[in-house]
């Protein structure tokens, strides 16, 4: 199959969506990217399915933009452990887990709450053995359902997840063991590239990706190429946030936005979808960390602030119709 022919295969592939109206705007919610796109008028609220490339044929729009009262998406880290002990980590290592009914419970509520979209991050999520319930919860609940890992444990798990998760997002930052396991262990590479075959294998919607460091920027184009090699669908570059345990490193490996902008613009064409995720993207994106509390990241994205418990629904709510905390 040419490069060509696969892009255009990707592109055909049907993948579950949320819609749902904000701010009396028609909104899809795309699990793969975690992208916010704008429909032409209010639309009901559930689950439905589109080809990639009609999604990517949907304006993009900052969910801050909507004025809405609810975040379109969550981020929920139920779990603090990891096997990995990555130098970049945006997690905090303090806080607290908790057990496994006030995971359902949470789980419940974010199923309740209206949000149309939930990525499951970490530490690693595929650690926690009742992934897959928690996941059913969210999808009965009418919500896109994604997973951010480190794929090292995607071997294992990948048959059981393709019957319950929309999308897969698999963290490489660099194309080769030699680069990626600079970050994130000995190892880990080879693992996590057995384990984006595996979700590809199993039909899961898959994307790479990468957080974008001074370290990391030479190595796009081949990361890039991976991608493609490996039948994903797409590759997202995360702007690095001076987060958690990860900003001891700020100063030497934060790029500017203007920057990061230059170095993903010339990627293009690829052979992959290719995005970057700036720090305005993550402004105000809300958090729901693994003692049950809703945090939200500072406007300026230099750090992340505790706001309240989840108790309910109202918990998620934004105080100002711009979308701030």
Request: net charge negative; charged share 20%; proline share 6%.
């Given at each position: 199959?040419?490069?060509?022919?696969?892009?255009?295969?990707?592109?055909?592939?049907?993948?579950?969506?949320?819609?749902?109206?904000?701010?009396?705007?028609?909104?899809?919610?795309?699990?793969?990217?975690?992208?916010?796109?704008?429909?032409?008028?209010?639309?009901?609220?559930?689950?439905?399915?589109?080809?990639?490339?009609?999604?990517?044929?949907?304006?993009?729009?900052?969910?801050?933009?909507?004025?809405?009262?609810?975040?379109?998406?969550?981020?929920?880290?139920?779990?603090?452990?990891?096997?990995?002990?990555?130098?970049?980590?945006?997690?905090?290592?303090?806080?607290?887990?908790?057990?496994?009914?006030?995971?359902?419970?949470?789980?419940?509520?974010?199923?309740?709450?209206?949000?149309?979209?939930?990525?499951?991050?970490?530490?690693?999520?595929?650690?926690?053995?009742?992934?897959?319930?928690?996941?059913?919860?969210?999808?009965?609940?009418?919500?896109?359902?994604?997973?951010?890992?480190?794929?090292?444990?995607?071997?294992?798990?990948?048959?059981?997840?393709?019957?319950?998760?929309?999308?897969?997002?698999?963290?490489?930052?660099?194309?080769?063991?030699?680069?990626?396991?600079?970050?994130?262990?000995?190892?880990?590479?080879?693992k996590a590239v057995s384990g984006i075959r595996a979700a590809?294998?199993?039909?899961?919607?898959?994307?790479?990706?990468?957080?974008?460091?001074?370290?990391?920027?030479?190595?796009?184009?081949?990361?890039?190429?991976?991608?493609?090699?490996?039948?994903?669908?797409?590759?997202?570059?995360?702007?690095?946030?001076?987060?958690?345990?990860?900003?001891?490193?700020?100063?030497?490996?934060?790029?500017?936005?203007?920057?990061?902008?230059?170095?993903?613009?010339?990627?293009?064409?690829?052979?992959?979808?290719?995005?970057?995720?700036?720090?305005?993207?993550?402004?105000?994106?809300?958090?729901?960390?693994?003692?049950?509390?809703?945090?939200?990241?500072?406007?300026?994205?230099?750090?992340?602030?505790?706001?309240?418990?989840?108790?309910?629904?109202?918990?998620?709510?934004?105080?100002?119709?711009?979308?701030?905390?």
């Amino acid at each position: 199959m040419t490069t060509t022919s696969a892009t255009t295969a990707r592109g055909s592939v049907r993948r579950t969506v949320a819609t749902g109206t904000r701010g009396g705007i028609g909104v899809v919610y795309d699990p793969l990217t975690g992208q916010t796109h704008r429909l032409d008028q209010p639309v009901l609220a559930g689950r439905t399915a589109l080809t990639s490339q009609g999604i990517a044929d949907l304006p993009e729009l900052h969910p801050g933009e909507l004025g809405d009262w609810m975040p379109v998406s969550v981020c929920w880290s139920p779990i603090v452990r990891c096997n990995l002990s990555c130098l970049h980590c945006l997690d905090d290592k303090t806080v607290p887990e908790l057990g496994r009914g006030p995971r359902t419970e949470v789980a419940a509520t974010l199923a309740s709450s209206g949000v149309l979209g939930v990525d499951i991050s970490g530490g690693e999520p595929l650690l926690i053995r009742e992934l897959g319930a928690l996941l059913d919860v969210l999808v009965d609940g009418g919500c896109a359902v994604s997973v951010t890992t480190n794929g090292t444990q995607l071997v294992s798990r990948a048959k059981a997840l393709a019957s319950r998760v929309d999308a897969i997002r698999v963290s490489l930052d660099g194309p080769d063991a030699e680069r990626h396991d600079r970050w994130r262990g000995g190892g880990s590479f080879t693992k996590a590239v057995s384990g984006i075959r595996a979700a590809v294998a199993h039909g899961i919607p898959t994307q790479i990706q990468t957080v974008l460091m001074r370290s990391t920027a030479p190595h796009l184009p081949a990361v890039v190429e991976l991608a493609d090699r490996l039948g994903v669908h797409g590759v997202t570059f995360l702007q690095y946030l001076p987060i958690g345990e990860g900003a001891a490193l700020a100063d030497a490996e934060q790029l500017p936005d203007d920057e990061a902008h230059d170095l993903v613009t010339g990627l293009h064409p690829a052979p992959v979808a290719v995005r970057l995720r700036t720090h305005a993207d993550a402004a105000g994106f809300t958090v729901v960390r693994a003692d049950g509390q809703v945090w939200r990241n500072t406007h300026d994205t230099t750090a992340i602030s505790p706001l309240r418990p989840l108790t309910g629904p109202a918990s998620l709510v934004l105080t100002g119709r711009d979308g701030s905390a």
